[in-house]
């Protein structure tokens, strides 16, 4: 495998992504910028990401980095980007799309 440019990673999936994060072809932190240009990108058009946590991500993908330096047994999918559903409980977001008595609360449970 390999990556001829960081654009060619938003179109990887996600086992694909994880073997070039875990290959040092490139870092997580690359594979989060990628995506989050993409998402500037198309997001104005399509309004697929209501609420984009870019320097979250940006910090988890560095942690992942890290952990990726560190450590070589990792988790299958190791520093792979994802997406949420709105209407998870996400521990200081607000779901803007909840239903009725639980819209405008945001999570509270601890995600590790």
Do not use: C, Y
């Not at 399509?46 to 952990?67: C, F, G, I, K, T």
Request: net charge neutral; glycine share 8%; proline share 4%.
């Amino acid at each position: 495998m390999n990556v001829r440019t960081t654009s060619d990673l938003w179109r990887m999936g996600a086992v694909e992504l994880a073997e070039v994060i875990r290959s040092g072809q490139a870092s997580s932190r690359e594979v989060i910028e990628a995506h989050l240009r993409r998402i500037e990108a198309v997001n104005p058009v399509v309004n697929a990401v209501v609420v984009v946590l870019a320097e979250q991500a940006v910090q988890a993908a560095e942690a992942a980095d890290r952990r990726t330096a560190k450590d070589g047994d990792l988790p299958r999918l190791h520093g792979v980007p994802f997406t949420v559903k709105g209407s998870w409980a996400t521990p200081g977001i607000l779901e803007a799309l909840k239903p009725g008595r639980m819209q405008g609360h945001g999570g509270t449970a601890e995600v590790s």
